[in-house]
């Protein structure tokens, strides 16, 4: 069997340094890694709409802002396969046929789908389109055959649901589709990076977000403004680790070799935090020291963005392209559905 990956990213924003560590950075080793066969991005702009219906061009400008992160990043177009969702109008006629395997009450416990319709905040109007986003993503994976699927923890519920839907397809139709397995990120802390104010989840929609484009000045002062210990008052006073967002970037982005170049007192992160926790360590020099981190990460490919922004036709030929491909994919797995549930009446 084919070794198939499945992944992307909702175009509702510029791409920020949770989704890098949290999967853009996985995705080019992977795709370096020639342990696949396949390998497909999808913007899912059909998916984003679900709860951005009534701003559309929200939805349309973010989709060129992605695909330039994903080249910065180091994605390769002769490697990967990158496409728009709503091209595809395949994956809408599976979501409809899959829909008749899923129960309301089974869609109501997943676990997902409940923290996202809390986080916006839906209460009882739900959309449709949202509330069956389980449904949708299965279609996405099972169109292109995906064995693996790249996520964060908090989507393994997404990840069961569309295995669910897999065993229902097969055992009641015929032996069609392919389970997919998850593939978690190796570092438990790049898995959802906090935002700089130190919530929970970095979010566009609650601007602590340090985005990838972001122009170094603005960085700096994210960074210099981020959340850590607020009992850290004084530069003698011990300081704690934990909830200390300036610590989990570093965990997140520092390398022992940067010492050298930007901390030569130190000759590694323990010791760093070592310091920090007697006492004696003061927040700026720690930030000072994030900052020359992160932009040794993000210089490169801010500078790829700034050349692939010089021709970003370019950049649309090269979704136009990948979307044809998976469009014609996804085709051959719908008439394998189809021909399985005897509804190829012409074949």
């Not at 390998?39 to 559309?56: G, R, V």
């Not at 989709?63 to 809408?92: H, W």
């Not at 030569?264 to 920090?276: A, I, T």
């Amino acid at each position: 069997m084919k070794k198939i990956i499945l992944t992307g990213d909702r175009p509702t924003g510029k791409l920020h340094a949770g989704h890098y560590v949290g999967s853009l950075k996985r995705r080019v080793e992977l795709q370096n890694s020639g342990e696949y066969d396949d390998i497909y991005i999808m913007i899912a702009d059909a998916q984003a709409l679900t709860d951005n219906a009534d701003n559309p061009e929200k939805v349309r400008k973010n989709i060129s802002e992605v695909a330039l992160d994903y080249l910065s990043c180091g994605l390769n177009p002769e490697k990967v396969n990158l496409f728009i969702q709503s091209y595809v109008s395949e994956l809408t006629e599976l979501t409809f046929y899959y829909s008749n395997l899923v129960t309301v009450s089974r869609l109501k416990r997943n676990p997902t789908v409940k923290s996202e319709i809390s986080l916006r905040g839906f209460n009882s109007s739900i959309p449709v389109g949202f509330f069956t986003y389980p449904i949708s993503q299965a279609a996405d994976i099972t169109a292109f055959k995906a064995t693996t699927v790249p996520v964060g923890e908090d989507q393994l519920p997404m990840i069961e649901q569309a295995r669910e839907i897999v065993r229902s397809f097969n055992t009641t139709y015929d032996e069609v589709l392919v389970e997919p397995k998850a593939l978690l990120p190796d570092n438990e802390i790049c898995s959802r990076l906090p935002g700089t104010d130190g919530k929970a989840k970095m979010s566009k929609s609650l601007g602590n977000c340090i985005y990838l484009s972001d122009e170094p000045d603005d960085i700096r002062k994210k960074i210099m403004s981020m959340f850590t210990d607020p009992e850290h008052i004084r530069i003698e006073d011990p300081g704690k680790l934990e909830g200390n967002t300036v610590f989990t970037y570093l965990d997140a982005f520092c390398k022992d070799e940067l010492f050298a170049e930007y901390l030569p007192e130190y000759s590694c992160l323990q010791e760093l935090k070592d310091h920090y926790t007697r006492g004696g360590l003061g927040d700026v020099k720690v930030k000072k020291f994030l900052y020359s981190v992160l932009m040794e990460e993000l210089s490169p490919i801010q500078a790829r963005r700034k050349e692939w922004e010089k021709d970003v036709p370019a950049v649309m030929e090269i979704l136009r392209e990948g979307s044809k491909k998976a469009k014609e994919v996804a085709a051959e797995t719908l008439q394998e559905v189809k021909q399985a549930m005897k509804i190829d009446y012409f074949a």
